[in-house]
Nanobody, 116 residues
Framework: QVQLVESGGGLVQPGGSLRLSCAAS????????MSWYRQASGKERELVAG????????NYADSVKGRFTISRDNAKNTVYLQVNNLKPEDTAVYYC?????????WGQGTQVTVSS
């Protein structure tokens, strides 16, 4: 059974940091491109960051460049998103996503709320 389980979200003040994790099981994690998306209330889901299967290449949305860092540990079947210098506009549900060829898997999401 394929599972992607996100964790690490929460309520944080502007300028704060969080480390989001996504633990994968039920598929060959190291063969998949992993990404983080987010969806704010009333808005469409958007790509935040992605990382290739071996972790050599990463990409980021312009709005998070220099503040967010995606990484993965294929030995632990886990992808991470370090989020720093958070802003209120970063408030959203954050989802991890696994993609390879025609297979796409999504987690259930973790809420990040940035508020003073």
């Amino acid at each position: 059974q394929v599972q992607l389980v996100e964790s690490g979200g929460g309520l944080v003040q502007p300028g704060g940091s969080l480390r989001l994790s996504c633990a994968a099981s039920g598929f060959s994690f190291s063969n998949y491109v992993m990404s983080w998306y987010r969806q704010a209330s009333g808005k469409e889901r958007e790509l935040v960051a992605g990382i290739t299967s071996a972790g050599r290449i990463t990409n980021y949305a312009d709005s998070v460049k220099g503040r967010f860092t995606i990484s993965r540990d294929n030995a632990k079947n886990t992808v991470y998103l370090q989020v720093n210098n958070l802003k209120p506009e970063d408030t959203a549900v954050y989802y991890c996503c696994a993609v390879r060829l025609g297979s796409v898997y999504w987690g259930q999401g973790t809420q990040v709320t940035v508020s003073s």
